[in-house]
């Protein structure tokens, strides 16, 4: 046997063995796919390849970790209790809904303040920026930092958790070209049929707190409606909120998508005066987490605060 035959033999062999254990491929930002046989891959999406057909736990949260040497407080900066909890629950992938260091996302102020709280979380973090992510420019301290967990600019991607599609969209639109990004989300979509999906992102289309329903988020809201995207999660206000299922205009619909807002991360709480049309659940006043348990045809929701107790939870059927 010659020299080629014989590395095309082990070519062969390590990838069948890639595809026994669960590496996919990705759908990277540009359209294209990652080969499935790029360990690389493979290592950092973990057991949750592997785990396709079974049910996927999952935390979601942002708005997290207080600029450095910033004192924690009842009601500020709790991002070390938030992580403490979320190892506790011991999720296989945390979502992290951006906002995740302040003031301004330097990779300096992540070393000192989010790794040294959710740092050990690092490798089973899938990402997204948030706004103060882009007080550094080009948001190069989240990058640099997720620079493995994530595949750069301009910041979006899709992961695969168990048999749940999700797509990581980066939300601001003042900073990139979301034209673009709306017509990678449907390519994105329809490249990968999946009964049950969800978005993960930094600003929510609705929301009863400070910043309020958001107009600039009701695209992406409504490509993923109209193709049958189960749930948006989304930090931005700092508190917990579960909506109805609704469509882009806050109209309830049965088939409609769900919406979380889970931004009671550490950084601070932010007050809600007055419910929103939706709004099922709300709190203000608890630092927590999401937590999330994709099953094959199914999830269930439960918002678990730092004190170890749960103040919303329920479950739903994908449509």
């Known amino acids: 046997m010659n020299l080629r035959a014989a590395l095309s033999g082990l070519v062969a062999t390590l990838s069948a063995f890639a595809l026994s254990i669960g590496v996919f ?25 592997a785990a396709a057909g079974k049910t996927v736990k999952v935390v979601a949260v942002g708005d997290i970790a207080c600029a450095p040497r910033r004192p924690r407080t009842q009601t500020r900066c709790r991002q070390a209790d938030t992580a403490a909890l979320t190892r506790r629950l011991g999720p296989d992938a945390v979502l992290a809904l951006g906002d995740l260091q302040y003031e301004d996302g330097r990779f300096r102020a992540f070393r000192k303040s989010y790794d040294e709280s959710w740092g050990r979380l690092k490798g089973r973090t899938h990402p997204v920026p948030g706004n103060h992510e882009y ?16 595949p750069g600019p301009p910041g979006y991607y899709t992961r695969t958790l168990g048999r749940w599609t999700v797509y990581a969209l980066n939300s601001n639109c003042s900073e990139i070209n979301c034209q673009r990004e709306y017509r990678w989300l449907r390519r994105a979509i329809d490249a990968n049929p999946s009964r049950c999906s969800l978005l993960a992102m930094h600003s929510p289309r609705f929301s009863s707190g400070q910043h309020g329903f958001n107009e600039g988020m009701r695209r992406f809201f409504a ?14 206000d700092h508190h917990y909120e579960r909506f109805a299922r609704m469509n882009a205009d806050g109209e309830l619909r049965r088939r409609g998508m769900m919406q979380f807002v889970s931004g009671a991360g550490g950084k601070s709480h932010y007050s809600v005066t007055s419910r929103s049309r939706g709004s099922r659940f709300v709190d203000d006043d608890s630092f927590g987490v999401l937590r999330l348990s994709l099953a094959p045809r199914s999830f269930s929701w439960a918002f678990t605060t730092v004190g170890g107790t749960t103040h919303d939870r329920g479950s739903r059927r994908c449509s």
């Open 223 to 236: 490509i993923a409606d109209n193709h049958g995207v189960e749930m948006m999660l989304s930090g931005h």
């Open 25 to 49: 491929a990705d759908v990277r930002t540009d359209g294209t796919t990652s080969d499935p046989t790029e360990m690389s891959t493979a290592a950092s999406l973990q057991s949750t390849r």
């Open 135 to 150: 007080n550094t420019s080009g948001a190069a301290g989240y990058y640099r930092y997720f620079h493995r967990r994530q």
